[in-house]
């Protein structure tokens, strides 16, 4: 840790604060977004707050009164926000602490300019609109964010010279946060790459356990320690059925099989993501020889991709609720798909199951399963890392799935599994729950 800024708190007094060095280009100079990723134990989470609390020092006294918003993409209370982290930033610096008061459940500056407000974005999106004074916001554990929370959040915070911050730790490649920060940087932004290696102030607790990690998770090492993205996650619905997948060389090249019609699986987002898999029953075998994915864009151009594939279709297999009519054009989605020209020798509707039935049933049908890398690549890491949502409260997994990039995909490959109906068993049976390859 070094000097990384000097302010005067008064005439006499000179402040200083202490940052990994390769974070003190982060917040030099001016910038609309300053971020960083990397994995656990780089003091990157401990350096944002800290400096949320030092660019609202800096503005209060220069009398620029508004918020600092601190969100993350699930906060049922605020024992899941940064709170207690920032304040423990603010405590440990003198100068912070004589000018913030700090509640239980509040931080806002001693002469009213400056005032937190923590938000979960997930079940208050919406609300975020009406948010005032919005001078900086910061968004911890990003990864989750969905790119429709992006689309709101980014112009919600436009005060003049307001910031957007940015941490996370990376998972897939796939994500928002990757995809919009990562992969292509805004204009006027400011980002780094930071891990333990890069903490001066790394502990021996936290070096124990990244050694055990090390050798007893390997798996698991490089997205934990290193800011890789993630191979198999942890409460992973499907991890032992891909890992045999990939053991077995049925990950690889597949053809398309003239000779035999091609089944598509629909999952029909709402403002979020639309999946289709293309996939061929051939003999014993499932054949999932494409997969496309995008969000934005209405059905007709869902139904283009699909006539520009060279592809004859034998099914489509839509979710249960595509029959809903919708109350501004009074037709459901499966009428304006048909009235756009889809057709085939069968349309199946996926039985309206619990989402553990169609789980077991994705996995009854995974190890009949050969998938094209290239094609479906996206569509197999959805399936690798479709999880168990987590209780950051109860440091547990619930009992659901959670809903991310990965969920989309995998939603998708459930109907396919549960909704094709000659190679189905009757769903009238009870179905035998089986978890016993989830990790």
């Not at 053809?255 to 993501?273: A, H, M, P």
């Not at 109350?327 to 996926?350: H, N, V, W, Y």
């Amino acid at each position: 840790m070094i000097e990384v800024a000097q302010r005067k708190v008064d005439k006499s007094e000179i402040a200083k604060i202490q940052l990994p060095p390769k974070l003190i280009p982060v917040f030099e100079g001016e910038a609309r977004t300053r971020y960083a990723y990397g994995g656990r134990g780089s003091g990157k989470t401990r350096s944002f707050a800290l400096m949320t609390a030092v660019y609202g020092y800096r503005w209060g006294k220069s009398g620029k009164k508004g918020q600092i918003l601190c969100a993350r993409e699930f906060m049922n209370s605020l024992s899941e926000s940064s709170l207690e982290e920032i304040k423990s930033a603010i405590l440990s610096v003198p100068w912070l602490a004589d000018y913030y008061e700090i509640g239980d459940k509040y931080i806002k500056s001693k002469d009213g300019n400056i005032q937190y407000t923590f938000s979960g974005l997930r079940r208050s999106l919406d609300s975020i609109k009406s948010k005032a004074r919005i001078l900086l916001c910061w968004v911890d554990e990003a990864e989750a964010l969905s790119g429709r929370a992006y689309d709101v959040l980014i112009p919600t915070v436009r005060e003049v010279d307001s910031e957007i911050w940015v941490t996370w730790n990376p998972e897939s490649k796939y994500s928002a946060t990757h995809e919009r920060f990562r992969a292509n940087p805004p204009d006027n932004s400011k980002g780094v790459m930071l891990n333990y290696t890069d903490n001066e102030w790394f502990p021996d607790v936290l070096e124990q356990t990244r050694l055990e990690d090390k050798e007893k998770r390997p798996e698991m090492y490089e997205h934990i320690w290193t800011g890789g993205f993630l191979i198999y996650s942890e409460g992973a619905y499907y991890a032992a059925e891909m890992r045999r997948a990939r053991d077995e060389d049925r990950i690889g090249s597949v053809k398309y099989d003239r000779s035999t019609g091609v089944v598509v699986s629909f999952d029909i987002g709402i403002g979020d993501s639309t999946v289709i898999w293309f996939a061929q029953f051939i003999g014993t075998e499932v054949h999932l020889i494409d997969y496309y994915e995008a969000s934005g864009v209405g059905l007709e151009h869902y139904v283009k991709v699909l006539q520009d594939k060279p592809y004859v279709y034998s099914n489509y297999i839509f979710p249960h609720d595509i029959r809903v009519r919708e109350l501004g054009s009074g037709k459901s989605r499966l009428e304006t798909l048909e009235s756009l020209g889809i057709r085939a020798e069968k349309t199946d509707i996926a039985p309206s199951l619990l989402i553990d039935d169609g789980i077991q049933a994705v996995r009854a049908m995974l190890d009949k399963c050969w998938f094209d890398e290239e094609k479906c690549e996206k569509g197999i890491d959805s399936l690798t890392n479709y999880q168990r949502a987590w209780d950051d409260t109860g440091k547990t997994w619930r009992m659901r799935p959670s809903h991310n990039w990965a969920s989309h995909g995998a939603d998708s490959f459930r109907y396919l599994a549960i909704g094709y109906q000659p190679y189905n068993e009757s769903w009238d049976k009870p179905i035998r729950r089986n978890i016993k390859g989830i990790v």
